[in-house]
């Protein structure tokens, strides 16, 4: 019986999970296959993984900013983090759902995802009837 330490625990919590539950599956069977002792490292952990878990996950507070500032660079990196899913990143944030819209509009923070659809559905051919 194979134990993760609590860094490994982390990094698969913190993981997206694009492919679902499968690839997590897949992630933990090769863990435990390559493991050499009773505990699964980090190191165990497919490279995409680990790699993923270095990438903009982490946010850094840049010195000299205000409180202001610094909410407006968290919302907007999380919403960006969950491809504007707002309901998500209000969860990521801690927040309700109205609350992220209020300091959206605080902010005045626009919905990249939303104007994205819209430019590329006024750009699509209607279907000729």
């Given at each position: 019986?194979?134990?993760?330490?609590?860094?490994?625990?982390?990094?698969?919590?913190?993981?997206?999970?694009?492919?679902?539950?499968?690839?997590?599956?897949?992630?933990?069977?090769?863990?435990?296959?390559?493991?050499?002792?009773?505990?699964?490292?980090?190191?165990?952990?497919?490279?995409?993984?680990?790699?993923?878990?270095?990438?903009?996950?982490?946010?850094?507070?840049?010195?000299?900013?205000?409180?202001?500032?610094?909410?407006?660079?968290?919302?907007l990196q999380t919403l960006r983090r969950t491809n504007w899913n707002k309901q998500e990143a209000a969860q990521i944030l801690g927040l309700y759902r109205p609350t992220l819209y209020s300091k959206m509009k605080k902010h005045d923070i626009r919905d990249a995802g939303k104007a994205a659809r819209t430019s590329s559905a006024a750009g699509s051919p209607t279907p000729a009837g």
């Open positions: 019986m194979k134990t993760l330490a609590p860094s490994v625990y982390h990094l698969l919590i913190r993981n997206r999970w694009p492919g679902n539950v499968r690839e997590l599956e897949n992630a933990v069977e090769r863990a435990v296959l390559v493991a050499k002792g009773s505990e699964i490292v980090v190191t165990d952990l497919p490279e995409s993984i680990r790699e993923e878990s270095t990438a903009s996950t982490d946010f850094v507070i840049p010195p000299h900013r205000t409180l202001a500032e610094i909410e407006k660079m968290a919302i």
